[in-house]
């Protein structure tokens, strides 16, 4: 039972479930499996870099050129753990290549199916490297964001440059006109899941700012914010980074407040058209 706890909820995707039919019907079910168990290997560096650092894990879906592991309060752990957690995947890759070299060379496997596993396992590699969510590129360009600009302005940036490059990479393909249905796919379950994440941007938000609530540890860095009396606690919220600590100050004034305090203030008092003059009155 611990075992089967150890693991969570894996989801097939349907665009999996429709490579597998393909496969079946074209007599192509030793590729499905390989291609298969490089995403299977590919997933689980997620998981083992994710359980190293303590991370819950809610499920992993699975599709067809790699998968979705969905996690409990990612953006408030550390850029870095979330760096090594991304970028655990693709490595596996590596490991992957000379797997395939060692099969090739014991003959295990026929040359046309080492040849279409190394083929996958590259195409899969760099695939998932594109900055487009929820790739892992998408990843990285959103922990990348983050560090730069507050939290909130990073995750909207996120979707619109994901969206750009998909749409980009779609009016390629309609071009040349040569690209399978089963990609064309892929890249429309890429667009729902940015729609999807865009509809709930403001709940991914809101979900930030509890659980640096919640779990709120005294950071290094940290970042004063200046705004004028009348600013509401949201629009403050609003400029609140990831991996920095922010005072605030009033404008043209000498009072100060913190971010605990506007938290309180908005979550357990409810006050949600409170300004941050209302959260100093009440310091």
């Known amino acids: 039972m611990k075992r089967l706890k150890f693991i969570p909820p ?27 168990s490089i995403v299977l290997l590919h997933e689980s560096g997620h998981f083992v870099a994710a359980k190293c650092f303590g991370w819950k894990i809610r499920k992993v879906m699975l599709w067809m050129f790699g998968g979705v592991m969905e996690t409990e309060n990612y953006s408030n752990r550390p850029i870095y753990q979330e760096l090594i957690i991304t970028l655990a995947g693709p490595i596996q890759h590596i490991g992957i290549f000379f797997l395939l070299y060692g099969l090739d060379a014991s003959a295990t496997l026929s040359p046309s199916l080492i040849q279409f596993a190394y083929t996958y396992n590259w195409t899969i590699f760099i695939f998932n490297l594109l900055p487009i969510f929820p790739l892992d590129g998408g990843k990285l360009l959103f922990a990348g964001l983050s560090y730069l600009r507050p939290f909130r302005q990073a995750h909207a940036s996120m979707i619109v440059i994901s969206v750009t490059i998909t749409v980009i990479i779609l009016g390629i393909m309609f071009y040349h006109q040569e690209t399978a249905l089963s990609t064309y ?18 709940y991914t938000f809101i979900r930030f700012l509890l659980n640096r609530q919640l779990l709120w540890k005294k950071k290094k860095r940290r970042l004063p914010l200046i705004v004028p009396a009348s600013t509401k606690l949201i629009d403050v919220f609003g400029q609140f980074y990831r991996e920095q600590q922010h005072d605030i100050y009033l404008k043209n004034g000498m009072k100060v407040t913190d971010e605990q305090a506007c938290l309180y203030m908005y979550f357990n008092l409810k006050q949600y058209q409170a300004t941050v003059a209302d959260v100093c009155r009440k310091s």
Do not use: C, D, Y
Request: without cysteine.
């Open 185 to 202: 796919l892929l890249f429309a379950f890429i667009l729902w899941e940015n729609r999807l994440e865009w509809k709930q941007r403001f």
């Open 10 to 36: 894996i989801v097939i995707h349907p665009t999996l479930w429709f490579s597998l039919v393909v496969s079946i019907l074209t007599g192509t079910i030793m590729e499905f499996i390989l291609v298969f």
